[in-house]
């Protein structure tokens, strides 16, 4: 029997707790407003078709980047009025990742949920002040961290007072540009309370595997994401674009809206099994 974990509201959408199984979905990097309002617009009507809760997600600046070159988005004070206006169009939670102190202020008065990346998840003062707004928080798990060590994370981030946290499971370093999953790690992440998430797409990344960026191959994100789900989680983290061969930030790695309905149908008919008393 898998541990139960607390449930953290995310605008109008739960995530643990007993919930039903939820998305977080969208482009790696915010495009273009146009381009945001879309695929939004465009996740909302499948997720609603599927019964999926849905958080959309799409970062305005994405500061880990293999290269100096490469797109990081259009910054915080642009990127945050696109994500205001995607909430407004749509009535999705959004969500982004956060990356200095100076930006936590400005993110936590738009954003429904903060996201602290995988190689920052213990900056101990960082995880804090972000846990500090009292917005509901999501730790990314460093691909260099062993499952039973996000306990530590947690920990920090609940000193505030602030319940609301959540771990994600992005992948594990194996070797040079290449990232495994073990599926133990899932369950044992649950034991901390806290709903775990599991990022179907960032754990078929190929780190600087491209030279001077990173590769990826989608075509597991699906199997991840269905294992992952017979495990038992509480969320599934996925980025998607209607063209990835033309995304500016993680294409090789992100599934494509066609692919979504189907695969949608799946986990949500594999948690029904998962929940089952």
């Not at 482009?27 to 959309?56: F, M, N, S, T, W």
């Not at 599926?183 to 044992?188: D, H, I, K």
């Not at 989608?218 to 063209?243: I, K, N, Q, S």
């Not at 033309?246 to 790695?253: E, L, Q």
């Amino acid at each position: 029997m898998i541990a139960s974990t607390r449930r953290i509201d995310v605008g109008p959408v739960a995530i643990g707790g007993g919930a039903p199984l939820a998305v977080i979905a969208g482009p790696c990097v915010i495009d273009g407003e146009q381009e945001a309002l879309d695929h939004a617009g465009r996740l909302k009507e499948i997720a609603a078709k599927a019964g999926v809760p849905l958080v959309y997600k799409s970062s305005y600046d994405k500061a880990n980047r293999t290269s100096v070159r490469g797109f990081r988005g259009p910054g915080l004070e642009k990127g945050l009025e696109i994500l205001a206006k995607v909430k407004r169009a749509t009535g999705l939670p959004v969500l982004s990742d956060v990356h200095r102190h100076e930006e936590i202020g400005p993110a936590a008065e738009v954003l429904d949920i903060l996201q602290i990346p995988a190689f920052l998840c213990r900056q101990t003062d960082f995880v804090v002040d972000v846990a500090a707004t009292g917005k509901p928080v999501n730790i990314k798990k460093g691909q260099f961290l062993a499952p039973e060590d996000i306990r530590h994370a947690i920990e920090k981030a609940r000193s505030t007072g602030n319940e609301q946290v959540a771990v994600t499971e992005r992948g594990t370093t194996f070797g040079y540009h290449n990232l495994v999953v073990d599926m133990r790690g899932l369950a044992v992440m649950r034991r901390f309370g806290a709903p775990v998430i599991f990022d179907a797409t960032h754990s078929v990344q190929l780190p600087g595997g491209a030279g001077s960026a990173s590769g990826g191959q989608r075509e597991f994100a699906p199997v991840l994401a269905r294992a992952a789900v017979a495990v038992g989680v509480d969320a599934v983290f996925m980025e998607v674009h209607e063209d990835p061969d033309r995304a500016k930030s993680d294409g090789p790695n992100s599934i494509p809206l066609a692919w979504l309905p189907r695969l949608f149908d799946e986990i949500k008919a594999l948690d029904a099994v998962v929940r089952r008393p």
